[in-house]
């Protein structure tokens, strides 16, 4: 098999429950870099959420790429150079947080700055992004939110009060939006055709490569766009029973260096 692209998720796919990349994970996404193939991160976190991760990895070569915020964002880890970048409007933040205020859900909007919520009483799953992606939490009236540059936006609560919420959320969101739920406690709302899946379409178009040379790795429901774009979707032991019904390929747990895995068994051998 010749892959010549790897798409990998980062939270319950290349860390560990520890939040650690494994050495058999280190050492794997190492090899495949040397033998050639482009092997880039996939997440819904921001670029400050995984330049840490960048380097530990040794992808920050010029030419080397990653995927931010579901795919509104990919950059050049090297140069910083913004291959894609897709944004919401102003009125897009308005119409997210009314109805997130009708719903009784906190909420957040991203930048590349920060995390900004209306919320006074900011939610303890906000403040928990915040620490997992090292962002500054700000918070600002709606009003104050119209010069902002807002990439993603997220409902955050337990999940059983943000399931039941969800199946209140009117159908225009779902044609207007591209809404995922990533964890069982965050629902992210990006401009419609912002999704992993799109951005390494653009990238593999971009590097020449045919789709049926990708390969993409992931866990959960954010992953499924971009596993059912790539010629070779691997789904974690740990993922989803929904997302390993797309699975081309189960790899090993995220506690059991399952990228290592994927990548020794099905790219590099």
Do not use: C
Request: charged content about 30%; overall charge negative; hydrophobic content about 40%.
């Amino acid at each position: 098999m010749s892959i010549k692209l790897v798409a990998v998720d980062i939270d319950g796919t290349l860390i560990n429950d520890d939040r650690k990349i494994t050495d058999d994970v280190l050492s794997a996404v190492k090899d495949a870099k040397k033998a050639g193939v482009k092997v880039m991160l996939a997440t819904g976190r921001p670029i400050a959420g995984v330049e840490q991760l960048l380097y530990e990895l040794d992808l920050k070569d010029e030419g080397d790429y990653v995927i931010t915020f579901n795919g509104s964002l990919v950059q050049d880890t090297a140069t910083g150079e913004e291959i894609v970048k897709e944004t919401m409007t102003y009125e897009d933040y308005l119409d997210i947080e009314f109805l997130s205020r009708k719903l009784g859900l906190h909420m957040h909007a991203i930048t590349k700055e920060g995390i900004y919520t209306a919320n006074r009483d900011i939610g303890k799953y906000t403040i928990h992004e915040a620490t997992l992606v090292n962002m500054p939490v700000y918070y600002r009236t709606p009003e104050e939110m119209a010069s902002k540059d807002i990439v993603k936006m997220m409902m955050i609560d337990e999940p059983d009060v943000l399931d039941k919420a969800i199946k209140l959320i009117p159908k225009e969101f779902y044609d207007k939006y591209n809404i995922v739920k990533s964890t069982p406690f965050y629902l992210e709302f990006m401009a419609k055709q912002v999704s992993k899946g799109n951005a390494i379409k653009h990238l593999a178009e971009r590097l020449s490569i045919d789709m049926s040379e990708t390969m993409a790795i992931g866990d959960a429901e954010n992953d499924r766009a971009m596993l059912e774009v790539v010629g070779n979707p691997v789904v974690m032991e740990n993922g989803t029973p929904e997302i390993k019904e797309i699975a081309k390929y189960i790899t090993k747990s995220n506690n059991e260096s399952g990228v290592a895995y994927a990548i020794r068994k099905w790219v590099l051998n």
